[in-house]
């Protein structure tokens, strides 16, 4: 003993006395403030946060390490300061940097190559962390290191106080592999927040702060000794500690992205690295324009809806809610997470088919450019229509047609030949230019989509449809969605408006038409989950082969888009406009509407509002019942007939099928009552000829190919030929069946 103490003496005079030397001399180890170590730590990911400052997602955005939120020593838990104190530096309250005991122990120790406790305390440890100089190597410190880091330890003690030491220290210090700091930890093995810790998980934190790559069996080992330490007289079961240590040093509970909109998460951290705001660390937090309550409950009525489609080959769907007058996004869902597996494709900004949802749109520049109006009459009848291509015919989705209807009905209804017809007016390249305009992308020319365009042939993203749809919301002006707060501007003076992009009239009576429930009665039915207690206007699609399903739509503040349907592009099976994304729609426009009302928009000047009645069809009863209609001011008329100049038969009777120069070849091996071209025709009266010989009356007609070339003539009642069409049939050895006209 008389040897240790002087031995112990000796140590600590030595020590003293570099320590006076290096004080006195100009510190190299100038440290940081508490406060500023605080406010230059920096999370390895971004807490994305909503417009209150909730917590949505967390995003991986460093990936050399794995370190949390800073956390406050109030809220880690008692047990864990208790055992990383017990561990590391049980005079941690006592010393001032430097534990000159366990120092002279330690020294004991190496002279008698003998296993001691390290010298080193919790304060000299968190100097080592703070200054890169003073960071351990591979080998160990080298002597002027330990000397630094002990000037640094007394320098520290002088300027912290002992709770800030002890809470950067939990904040800074390595534990396993990429693991730094105790809400990582805590988050990554015990997937709980480090208030949560308990007595057996504390240990384990502490024992591997002293060994953080040891084997599972070394960390057991270690904490079973630090919780005997805490918990003295207590009988611990070292077996079972050792169960759970292997256990939990094996977990990777903490994703590189854990929240409920990863989607709009790494959108918005994009749009901001886009924007010149890339700098070299990452921000800790990002505060985006979404309500968590919101994007809670469209992720869980999502999610629920898919489950129960689940048997009709249906895993994957999208949302998103904009704020129709500041565009700011408040609901994201990008897919349907653990139920997809695509989970990463993003389906508000995936390129898809929109099906019957670019309807309003076309209708809305008919009706601008005066082509059309609500009340008038389009033919909804087998169109056969000539293409550079070929012929295209247009089926509507009953496979049924309803003769003549009004616009009004045609567009409520969602029917597709008089929305092809429609598009003949305005044509295919007209409508992509609005299109564009409108913000959706569209890779080719409307020559490219052709007519099909009318029906949704393009590929667009749920994004920029529901922004055309909330343009159309706000009086057709256009304005750009945002998922970050716009700052607010310093002048109180109101920004002036852009000019509408689309003609407010026709975007008024476009919504007039998505709300009436009346319209669509035809296809929907009267008890349609699209009809809301409050006012809504709203619009379903479904893509060819039921790849895509779509509901969009508006009330006076928000517009909601839903998408259903496979990342993989597979088709669903018999998934309806109103099975699909419409249920869905419907449950999130009422969470939003449930304390806010809805009311129907006032309508805009140059708006008439005139009763309408319409002819006869062909049982003698009218086409359509009378109504009060709304019309650009001059277009309005009291009735609307199929002779009347507004009707599409009233035009010069035509051939629209088959197309001029048709070149038709026989195949020999099919019956010949089996190859038959069928003729169309618009108009009233008519009757067809073949090479100068009646064949038949009516607007459509049959006929049986015979090799040659052939004149087809239409013929109006007083027996003029209005339209003419040439055809070639082609082939040989087809027998005509007996009595067939040729």
């Given amino acids: 003993m008389p040897l240790a103490f002087s031995f112990s003496s000796t140590a600590r005079h030595t020590l003293a006395v570099v320590l006076l030397t290096a004080a006195a001399a100009p510190s190299a180890w100038a440290l940081a403030s508490f406060e ?8 390895s990911e971004t807490a994305v946060l909503d417009r209150q400052g909730e917590l949505l997602q967390r995003v991986r955005t460093d990936p050399t390490v794995r370190r949390g939120q800073w956390t406050a020593l109030a809220d880690v838990s008692p047990a864990l ?18 534990d000159w005991r366990a120092a002279s122990a330690a020294a004991w120790g190496n002279l008698w190559n003998t296993r001691t406790r390290g010298a080193s305390t919790i304060t000299m440890q968190l100097a080592g962390l703070l200054d890169d100089d003073l960071r351990r190597a591979a080998g160990g410190r080298s002597f002027t290191q330990k000397i630094g880091q002990t000037v640094a330890a007394t320098q520290l003690e002088r300027r912290w ?28 093995l015990f997937s709980k927040a480090p208030s949560g810790l308990d007595a057996r998980e504390a240990a384990v934190a502490a024992a591997l702060v002293r060994a953080p790559n040891a084997r599972p069996a070394l960390v057991a080992q270690r904490a079973c000794e630090v919780l005997r330490v805490m918990e003295p007289g207590a009988k611990t079961d070292c077996e079972a500690l050792d169960m759970f240590t292997s256990a939990v040093v094996q977990r990777r509970a903490f994703e590189p992205n854990e929240g409920i909109a990863p989607h709009a998460a790494r959108r918005v951290l994009r749009e901001l690295r886009d924007a010149g705001n890339d700098k070299p660390v990452a921000p800790t937090s990002v505060r985006t324009t979404l309500r968590a309550p919101l994007q809670r409950y469209a992720l869980d009525s999502l999610q629920r809806h898919l489950r129960e489609l689940r048997d009709r080959h249906v895993e994957d769907g999208a949302l998103v809610v904009l704020d129709n007058a500041s565009g700011e996004v408040l609901a994201w869902v990008g897919s349907s997470g653990p139920l997809s597996q695509a989970a990463e494709v993003d389906g508000v900004t995936a390129l898809r088919q929109p099906g019957s949802t670019l309807k309003p749109l076309l209708y809305a520049q008919a009706l601008a450019e005066k082509r059309i109006t609500a009340a008038s009459l389009i033919e909804d009848s087998s169109a056969q229509i000539s293409t550079a291509s070929g012929l295209y015919i247009p089926q509507n989705y009953d496979r049924r047609f309803k003769g003549p209807v009004s616009a009004r009905t045609a567009l409520a209804a969602s029917l597709n030949v008089p929305a092809v017809r429609t598009l003949v007016m305005v044509s295919p390249e007209a409508f992509a230019r609005e299109l564009r305009a409108a913000g959706l992308p569209l890779r080719e020319s409307g020559d490219y989509y052709g007519y099909s365009l009318a029906l949704g042939s393009a590929e667009v993203s749920l994004l920029s449809l529901a ?17 970050t707060p716009r700052p607010v501007p310093a002048t109180k003076q109101k920004p002036a408006e852009a000019a509408p992009l689309l003609d407010p009239r026709a975007a008024f009576i476009v919504g007039d038409i998505l709300s009436d429930p009346n319209a ?3 296809t929907f039915g009267l008890d349609s989950i699209l009809s809301t207690r409050f006012w809504t206007a709203v619009k379903t699609g479904t893509s060819k082969d039921m790849r895509d399903n779509w509901a969009v739509g508006w009330s006076q503040r928000y517009t909601v888009g839903v998408w259903v349907g496979n990342a993989s592009g597979a088709s669903m099976w018999d998934v309806s406009g109103t099975s699909g994304a419409a249920p869905v729609w419907a449950e999130v426009m009422r969470f939003l509407h449930a304390r806010e009302p809805s009311r129907a928009p006032a309508p805009p000047a140059g708006l008439v509002e005139a009763r309408v009645s319409f002819g ?3 049982d003698g009863n009218p086409l359509e019942a009378a109504r009060s209609e709304w019309f650009l001011q001059g277009t309005e008329q009291p009735l609307f007939a199929l002779d009347t ?3 599409s038969d009233a035009a010069s009777a035509r051939i629209t099928a088959p197309a001029d120069g048709t070149i038709l070849a026989l195949d020999p091996d099919i019956p010949p009552q089996r190859q ?19 064949h038949a009356r009516g607007n459509s007609a049959q006929w049986l190919p015979w090799p040659g070339r052939h004149l087809i003539e239409l013929v109006d009642a007083s027996g003029k030929v209005v339209d003419q069409r040439r055809v070639e049939v082609r082939g040989a050895g087809v027998v005509a069946a007996k009595g067939a006209r040729r």
Avoid: C
């Avoid at 300061?81 to 005079?91: G, T, Y």
């Fill in 520 to 522: 669509r009665t035809r």
């Fill in 467 to 483: 922004n055309a749809y909330r343009m159309m919301a706000n009086g057709g002006r256009f304005g750009a969605t945002t998922l």
């Fill in 616 to 618: 006869p069809g062909a």
């Fill in 676 to 694: 038959r071209v069928r003729f169309e025709s618009e108009g009233r009266g008519v009757q067809w000829r073949i090479d100068g010989k009646f």
């Fill in 645 to 647: 100049g507004m009707a």
């Fill in 161 to 188: 106080r002992k709770d800030q030491i002890l809470e950067a220290y939990l904040n800074t210090v390595p534990f396993r592999g990429e693991i730094v700091g105790i809400d990582a930890l805590s988050r990554t």
């Fill in 81 to 98: 300061r208790a055992a990383m104190v017990l561990s590391e530096d049980k005079r941690f309250y006592e010393h001032s940097g430097v």
């Fill in 36 to 43: 500023e170590v605080k406010r230059d730590f920096r999370s």
